[in-house]
């Protein structure tokens, strides 16, 4: 048998690691364990996309358009709301439609990772039972799986931009930083929400609903500027914040776009404090809690 | 590389908080059994005890078979060595690279073809980009799926599957192995070949820990034997020994 000769010259050999592990650990080494996870969670990155990715083409095996289904019911979606609310709010269909759906595409995006985030962790079961991986790199997952579905959906925004001919010119790319942001703030998000709601399974459903209201008094489908002098108080919602430095820029000089940003970095700060210091002391207790 | 393979167990224990039950009628259970598994924690919270102050220390060379009745927590220890779930008290220390077959169907995705699956397995192990075309080699080979291997999983009749999936398992040697009991089970439908590469494998490993109820498979493979029983460490040692005491007779050399 020529078999196990040629067994030796294809063998594969795994990373060498090593691991220390205690109970009541100080706070240094949770700290030194998190981070940790993010470093291997990072050079993990092309399993990051390939689940991201895998997770798309499942949802959408053997449909022929596959994700841009999405891309047809976002787009139908924007146009009858266009339609609809151009006329009640009495506004310019050329003018709000772009806004209309900027906003609508951007808002799926955020709300679709607050509530996968949910699930980051409890949907990775049993990978994560069966071999030690790092936990960041399923946060990185539900964000490049939601990023692919943003990017199916740019093409709606690309679509109602050019019928309007509303180019945002190069003041457009002031939307990076923003989106800079958002990455960060998707990881914190993802890996905060992730670790408590798998203890706590009752989270999900208050988070959604939390979502849906956020949609009705955040400004996704209305403008700022109908609140009148409401309008100050805006800064004050995190998710208007983070919709806006991202917004402002492409539609061309939002009002609020400055205190958008003082808004949007100071809640993200927040946001990853509170997810560090949660994550630090829930990572070793996440695989009892699945 | 090459770092000298060491575990070190030091007073661990693993206990499961029974999170999502209905913990009412648990703590019932628990103040009926007393000295059962069952328990609480200081948060009065109702555990299972799964494993209680294991000491262990395994060097280069060691081969350790689990021994044990169904729940005496073979499969956490394994867990607990592979750094999956941390312990609850004490210490754990591994040095050198890692492979836990606790799983056999790790990572396999039904929709995915052959291929695919071996590329992401790949990925699973962090392997660079290079090593993959070696790894997909090695295991559309050993498999044998030839034309199947560009279809899916889905497809394929239950056979094909576990070649796959066995393939993919025992593809990656590391320096310590860690095996559950599913990979020995069955050992009657496992071809010649696939013996043959598992022990190939097991003899590559440095440190190899397996836990198993076929008491011939632990004899002929390993040098230490440790009975767990009750998540507590009953008795170790040499393997005529322990397992004599385990099975309650002498056992008659081979
Ligand atoms: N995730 C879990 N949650 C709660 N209890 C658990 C969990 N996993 C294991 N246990 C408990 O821990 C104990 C040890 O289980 P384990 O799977 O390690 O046993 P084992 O020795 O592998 O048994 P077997 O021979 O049946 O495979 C059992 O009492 C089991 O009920
Ligand atoms: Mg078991």
């Given at each position: 048998m020529r078999y196990p000769r040629r067994v030796m010259s294809t063998t594969t050999i795994a990373a060498t690691a090593s691991l220390d592990l205690k109970a009541d650990m100080s706070a240094?080494?949770?700290?030194r364990l998190a981070i940790d996870d993010l470093v291997r969670g990072a050079r993990l990155w092309r399993l990051a996309f390939a689940l991201g990715w895998l997770d798309i083409r499942l949802r959408y095996r053997g449909s022929m358009l596959g994700p841009f289904w999405l891309t047809i019911s976002t787009g139908v979606m924007v146009a009858a709301l266009g339609v609809l609310y151009s006329t009640l709010f009495k506004m310019d269909i050329s003018d709000y439609l772009p806004f209309l759906a900027l906003s609508q595409v951007l808002w799926g995006f955020l709300s679709a990772l607050v509530s996968e985030g949910c699930t980051?962790?409890?949907e990775a079961e049993s990978v994560i039972r069966s071999v030690r991986m790092p936990f960041s790199v399923f946060a990185a997952r539900t964000l490049i799986r939601n990023t692919i579905v943003l990017g199916h959906n740019i093409?709606?925004?690309?679509?109602?931009?050019?019928?309007?001919s509303r180019w945002p010119g190069w003041e457009g790319l002031m939307a990076i930083p923003g989106l800079l942001l958002w990455i960060v703030d998707a990881l914190a998000l993802t890996l905060l929400l992730g670790a408590f709601c798998a203890r706590f399974r009752d989270i999900q459903p208050i988070v959604n609903s939390v979502m849906q209201i956020m949609f009705f008094v955040t400004p996704v489908i209305w403008k700022p500027e109908q609140l009148g002098t409401g309008m100050a108080k805006l800064p004050l919602n995190p998710f208007f914040d983070l919709l806006e430095i991202v917004r402002g820029p492409l539609l061309g000089g939002g009002a609020l776009t400055t205190t958008a940003w003082l808004g949007a970095i100071g809640f993200s700060l927040m946001l990853c404090v509170v997810s560090w210091a949660f994550f630090t002391r829930a990572r070793g207790r996440i695989t009892f809690w699945i | 590389m090459a770092v000298r393979a060491r575990i070190e167990v030091e007073n661990v224990s693993v206990w499961f908080p029974l999170y999502h039950g209905s913990s009412r009628s648990l703590k019932k259970m628990v103040v009926a059994a007393a000295s059962g598994r069952l328990g609480q924690d200081q948060q009065q919270r109702v555990v299972v005890r799964a494993l209680q102050d294991i000491n262990l220390s395994l060097e280069q060379g060691d081969r350790l078979g689990l021994v044990g009745s169904n729940g005496a927590g073979k499969t956490t220890l394994l867990r607990v060595l592979a750094g999956i779930y941390e312990p609850v008290t004490g210490r754990l220390r591994v040095q050198g690279s890692l492979n836990a077959l606790l799983d056999p169907s790790l990572g396999m995705n039904m929709e995915l073809t052959g291929r695919e699956n071996i590329l992401l397995r790949g990925l699973y192990n962090g392997l660079p980009k290079p090593m993959l075309p070696r790894l997909e080699e090695d295991v559309a080979q050993f498999a044998e799926l030839s034309d199947f291997l560009d279809l899916p999983v889905r497809i394929y009749s239950a056979g094909m599957v576990v070649r796959l999936g066995f393939a993919l398992a025992t593809a990656i040697k590391p320096q310590i192995l860690l095996m559950d009991e599913w990979f020995l089970a069955g050992d009657a439908v496992f071809l010649e070949k696939a013996k043959h590469r598992l022990e190939e494998m097991v003899r590559g490993a440095d440190i190899l820990v397996l836990s198993s109820h076929q008491v011939e498979i632990i004899r002929d493979w390993c040098t230490r034997v440790l009975w767990l029983d009750q998540g507590k460490i009953r008795a170790d040692?040499?393997?005529?020994?322990?397992?004599?005491?385990?099975?309650?007779?002498?056992?008659?050399?081979?």
């Open positions: 240094s080494s949770r700290h980051t962790f409890t093409l709606v925004i690309v679509v109602t931009f050019a019928i309007f | 040692g040499a393997p005529q020994a322990v397992l004599s005491q385990y099975l309650g007779t002498p056992l008659e050399i081979a």
